[in-house]
């Protein structure tokens, strides 16, 4: 079974920018992965936001980018907002599975 | 647009079954399949597998065969998950999730409904 790895916290001052990683314990995420990005706020559902390694859905802020970066999935938020505290999910499809990784809590502070 | 609404929460006994229930509106129901997810008291979100809502073939991950049965009432555009011989580790928010087409996966959720096991 494939285990996806996130970071399990970050912090970002307001304004600031940071970058969630997603990696795969098979080797390199590449875009046949299909990674996708989620955010949870406490009590609600997930919201989908990146597809497809960089697809935004028309729901998405310009804020929210994702891309493939040394070997993972990436999703950058730019211009952070206190709004964006949360827990981020990544999900890769492996081998016909759909694997969530373990989340990012990303504090703004 | 699009809504998927579940059924409310459940509090069950070990050994019982339950059955949740996620109503979709404001799209074609067959046209896109439909994923289960698990998510446990703080915890993170674990895929359970899916159902493929034209043919009604459902496929479950690891870990979640057996007990778990996932089923499709297309005439009132329902799924469906049942649960048997529930446990204590049961307990969690068990959410519809529905692809999109073109790539996009998991583009819309339910809100969610909480099973707790306890006796």
């Known amino acids: 079974q494939t285990v996806v790895t996130q970071e399990p916290s970050l912090t970002v001052s307001p304004g600031g920018t940071v970058t969630l990683t997603c990696a795969s314990s098979?080797?390199?995420?590449?875009?046949?992965?299909?990674p996708t990005w989620f955010q949870q706020k406490p009590g609600q559902a997930p919201r989908a936001l990146i597809y497809?390694?960089?697809n935004k859905h028309s729901w998405t802020p310009a804020r929210f980018s994702g891309s493939l970066l040394g070997g993972k999935a990436a999703l950058t938020l730019s211009g952070v907002q206190p709004e964006d505290e949360a827990e981020y999910y990544c999900?890769?499809?492996?081998?016909?599975?759909?694997?969530f990784g373990g989340g990012t809590k990303l504090t703004v502070l | 647009q699009v809504q998927l609404v579940q059924s409310g929460s459940e509090l069950k006994k070990p050994g019982a079954s339950v059955k949740v229930s996620c109503k979709a509106s404001?799209?074609?129901?067959?046209?896109?399949?439909m994923n289960w997810v698990r998510q446990a008291p703080g915890q993170g979100l674990e895929w359970m597998g899916w159902?493929?809502?034209?043919?009604?073939?459902?496929t479950y991950a690891q870990g979640f065969t057996g007990r778990f049965v996932f089923s499709l009432d297309t005439s009132v555009s329902t799924a469906y998950l049942q649960i048997s011989s529930l446990k204590a580790e049961d307990t969690a928010v068990y959410y519809c999730a529905r692809d999109g087409g073109s790539g996009a996966y998991f583009n819309y959720w339910g809100q969610g409904t909480l099973v707790t096991v306890s006796s």
């Open positions: 999900l890769l499809y492996c081998g016909g599975d759909w694997v």
């Open positions: 098979t080797g390199a995420v590449t875009s046949g992965y299909y």
């Open positions: 404001g799209y074609t129901f067959i046209s896109y399949a």
């Open positions: 159902i493929n809502t034209k043919t009604g073939n459902p």
């Open positions: 497809t390694t960089s």
